[in-house]
Nanobody, 119 residues
Framework: QVQLVETGGGLVQAGGSLKLSCVAS????????MGWFRQAPGKEREFVAG?????FYGDFVEGRFTISRDNAKNTVYLQMNNLKPEDTGVYYC???????????????WGQGTQVTVSS
């Protein structure tokens, strides 16, 4: 069974940067789209970024985040720059057989990593 483990969350001041990593166990990593979602307290889970062959982003990203993957390391990354307090939330890594901005197709999820941006 595939497991996804996220790391890299933490506390950062507004305007700062964080880089999240997600390592997947198992094989065939390159055969799946990988995505990052986030959930703030009291809000629904929100699509942040995804990548299969090419990256794609949620509308709010506005060039501040970059998703990338290293198939040799079974790892997907999310570089987040110019962070804002509204970026605070739990960030989840997920795997999907198809490219999507919707949570439904993502069948495997990590446990999440907390990102807190102070003002």
């Amino acid at each position: 069974q595939v497991q996804l483990v996220e790391t890299g969350g933490g506390l950062v001041q507004a305007g700062g940067s964080l880089k999240l990593s997600c390592v997947a166990s198992g094989s065939a990593f390159s055969n799946y789209a990988m995505g990052w979602f986030r959930q703030a307290p009291g809000k629904e889970r929100e699509f942040v970024a995804g990548i299969f062959w090419n990256p794609f982003y949620g509308d709010f990203v506005e060039g501040r985040f970059t998703i990338s993957r290293d198939n040799a390391k079974n790892t997907v990354y999310l570089q987040m720059n110019n962070l804002k307090p509204e970026d605070t939330g739990v960030y989840y890594c997920a795997r999907s057989p198809v490219q999507s901005r919707e949570a439904g197709p993502y069948t495997t999820w990590g446990q999440g990593t907390q990102v807190t941006v102070s003002s």
